[in-house]
Structure formats: C-alpha cells, structure tokens
C-alpha cells in the first residue's frame, strides 16, 4: 500500500477502520481498566477486613433473639408489637425472666406490681434497695399491712415489653390473686427507635439489606453510615408511626387497669446523670437523645390524657448518685450515668407513695 493508506494518527494503521471507532477504544481500554481496577480494589478491601475482623461489625446473627436472650446487648430500636397493643394472648407470651417477689410486714394483704426496666429490677444496688422495695417497705409500715411485692419486666425491654409482661401477668393470674395496685415505670430511652444497638457499650448496626449482611466490606460501609447518622439528633416528626403505637400501646393498658378497678401509678423517671447535660463539652452524646426521648413521651402521655409523675427535673433538685463502673464509662467514653444509687431509688419511692393512690 502507498503512503496514502496511512493515517495521521499512527503509521500502520490502514484507512478501512473508521477514524471514530479508532479515537474511542482509548476510552473504552480506560474505562475497562478503571472497572477492573475498582473490581480489584473491592475485592481486596474485602478480603483485608475478613483477615483483620473476626466477625461483622453489625450483629446480623442475633438479630432473631430476643432482647432479653442478648446479655449485653440493648437494642435502640423498639421491637414491633406484635399484636399492635403488646397484648399477647394467654399461653403465647413467657417472659425471659423470672418475676420478682417479696413480702413486707405484717397484717391485712395488699398485692402490689411494679413493672418496668433495670431501676425496678434494681440494677446495681443492693438487695431490699430498689425503689419499689423501698416503696412497699415503708408501705407495709405506714399503713400496717403485708405487702406482696411483685417486680415484673427486665433491663432493656423498653415499654411493649414490659407492658406485654403486665398484660401476661394479668392473663395468668389465678382468680383472686391480681394486684391491688400498680407501679409502672417509664425510662428515657423506652421511646428509642434508630437501628442501632449497644454491646458492651460500642455502638453497632444492623444493616437491613441481605447483601449488606454477607458483604463485610458493605457491612463496615453501613456500619460507618448508621454511626454517622447517629451523631444528630433524631428528627422525631418524621416517626409518626412509632409515637401512634406508643400513645395507642399506653392508652390500651390504662384503660385495661381501669376496667378492672386497679390503681396504677406510672412514673416518667429520667437518666441518674441528666444533670450534667447542661455544662457538657462533647458535641453529641446521649444528653440529646435520652432527653428528648423522655420530652416526646411526655407530650405524648399528656396529648392522651393519661396522668404520669414527672420526675425529669428531679435529679436537678437531688442528687441521685450513680454506679461506679457508670462513672467510668463516663469519663473514659462520654456515656451518660443513667442508673441512680440508692439516694435515687429513696427519691423515686417517695415520689410514687405521695403519687398514691
């Protein structure tokens, strides 16, 4: 072939292949080579995290048990009612732990339940110090009876469970055994809906999509989204869901209380350490959180009409004490103290007897 048959652009290259198609192979070598090289790359962040990290950072694998089965997990996001009321059939509910029970005093029998999370179960003080303890003790002296003192719920539960626990109770309770009056207690965080969870006070995901499960490298990705996420605070307009079956789960159950003829009181008790949340430095913490979860049952509760005893400024006239390893983990991580020590369970034990009824 002659000089003619030569192009410009490179010797060799005959004038049949089309000048267009010439100048695009570049572009498509180099697009191959950065998908293959993204390909690559993916591949190795893949395998770098499943040498480096034995497990998932999410806890796709207990997921399924309950709450209470996790030891040190909490879960932030309440679990769906199943039915809507927490109201479980007889037979179909068993709480996973075992209910709580004493007698105080002598004389005429009063049956009392208190239900609740870790502060009626008396999480880190001594045997006889809890508030309800404390509460029935001086009611069994005051007024000269026995009390029967039933501690119902677990830590963690947030309030469909221990109000399935209550509805349970009464389901099962034999004929002429069912309390006299009732204690219920609601703590900041039994609103708490984000996806997230507490094990061994780390913060982890659970990421929703299969793939993100069976993916380490996805998995890490939406561990560090979700974390990111929970730096704000949460936008509790958007969750109308969650605050209708609150109001709906806690109207049920008063109105239940009130057909049968059983006092209840129900207690709004806020974190041992919320007091400090005025003079923080950190940014972010649980101050946010925890205080606007207790700010939103409150409107909730009173848009209901249904009577609580608001304790959320009782910390800021009392101090509450908390526990030793909650003060660590306060000053080590920032994690707000949230269980009072036995001044606090005294304070809450008088503010549910001056409750009455």
């Known amino acids: ?24 192979r570049p572009w498509l070598a180099r697009a191959l080579l950065v998908l293959g090289g993204a390909a690559v790359a993916l591949g190795l962040g893949e395998l770098g995290l499943r040498l480096v990290h034995r497990r998932l950072p999410s806890l796709a694998a207990v997921d399924a ?9 909490q879960r932030w996001t309440e679990p769906v009612p199943q039915p809507a009321d927490c109201h479980a059939p007889p037979g179909t509910h068993r709480p996973a732990h075992r209910p709580k029970r004493a007698r105080l ?6 049956r009392v ?23 029935a003790a001086r009611m069994a ?4 009876v026995m009390v029967e003192l039933l501690r119902l719920g677990s830590p963690g ?25 009732v204690w219920m207690q609601l703590f900041a965080d039994d609103l708490e809906r984000r996806d997230m969870v507490l094990v061994n006070d780390r913060v982890v995901a659970l990421p929703a999509h299969p793939l993100a499960r069976r993916s380490y490298l996805l998995n890490r990705l939406w561990f560090a989204w979700k974390a990111h996420q929970g730096g704000a605070v949460p936008d509790r307009a958007t969750d109308a869901a969650g605050q209708a079956a609150f109001r709906r789960v806690m109207r049920a159950l008063v109105d239940r209380l009130d057909e049968q003829g059983i006092p209840a009181t129900l207690l709004l008790v806020p974190p041992a350490g919320i007091a400090r949340c005025a003079a923080r430095e950190r940014p972010w913490g649980d101050c946010d959180w925890l ?7 409150a409107r909730l509760l009173t848009a209901e009409g249904i009577p609580f005893v608001d304790l ?18 306060w000053t080590a991580r920032g994690r707000l103290p949230v269980h009072p020590g036995p001044a606090g369970h005294a304070a809450i034990a008088t503010a549910v007897l001056a409750a009455g009824p």
């Open 1 to 24: 072939m002659g000089a003619g048959s030569r192009t410009a652009g490179g010797p060799g290259l005959p004038w049949r292949v089309c000048p267009a198609a010439a100048r695009s």
């Open 65 to 73: 048990l309950d709450p209470r089965d996790r030891g040190e997990v």
């Open 105 to 110: 005093g002598t004389g005429p029998r009063r």
């Open 113 to 135: 339940w208190a239900v609740g999370d870790s502060l009626v179960q008396g999480w880190g003080v001594a045997p006889g110090m809890s508030w309800p303890e404390q509460a």
């Open 141 to 144: 002296e005051t007024e000269g």
């Open 157 to 181: 539960l947030g309030h469909c469970g221990w109000v399935a626990d209550l509805h349970h109770a009464l389901d099962t309770a034999p004929e002429g055994t069912g309390p006299d009056r």
């Open 291 to 297: 205080a606007a979860d207790q700010d939103l049952m």
């Open 312 to 329: 959320r400024g009782r910390w800021h006239e009392t101090d509450p004490g908390t526990l030793p390893d909650e003060e660590q983990a």
